[in-house]
Nanobody, 126 residues
Framework: VQLQASGGGVVQAGGSLRLSCAAS????????LGWFRQAAGKERGFVARVSWTGISTYVAASVKGRFTISRDDARNTAYLQMNNLKPEDTAVYYC????????????????????WGKGTQVTVSS
């Protein structure tokens, strides 16, 4: 499975960005996709996830109401729409996939994921 994240950039506080995660080499309906982020000097943390069917989604409390995750099955792509961005959202954002999602609901841990893409930098200026 190969994951390609894109869409990062520099934006002013209050602005928006949309990240894309293009998945290849996997069978549709098999993988849950997720977004994590890692700020400088901090551990990688969960942001959002979407089941490959798109029916189930979950967004971390820290970004709920501002970030939305979705997927386009035809393009095997997951999207992270980020609105009302804040300087504390500045981080490298990583796309990840897991074949057998954890049994628990809510946030996933980085060690739950099977595959990772290269990160895309998001910088929010104040």
């Amino acid at each position: 499975v190969q994951l390609q994240a894109s869409g990062g950039g520099v934006v002013q506080a209050g602005g928006s960005l949309r990240l894309s995660c293009a998945a290849s080499g996997c069978t549709s309906g098999t993988y849950t996709l997720g977004w994590f982020r890692q700020a400088a000097g901090k551990e990688r943390g969960f942001v959002a996830r979407v089941s490959w069917t798109g029916i189930s989604t979950y967004v971390a409390a820290s970004v709920k109401g501002r970030f939305t995750i979705s997927r386009d099955d035809a393009r095997n792509t997951a999207y992270l729409q980020m609105n009302n961005l804040k300087p504390e959202d500045t981080a490298v954002y990583y796309c990840a996939a897991v074949r057998a999602p954890p049994a628990y609901s809510g946030s996933y841990l980085p060690q739950d994921m099977d595959y990772w893409g290269k990160g895309t930098q998001v910088t929010v200026s104040s």
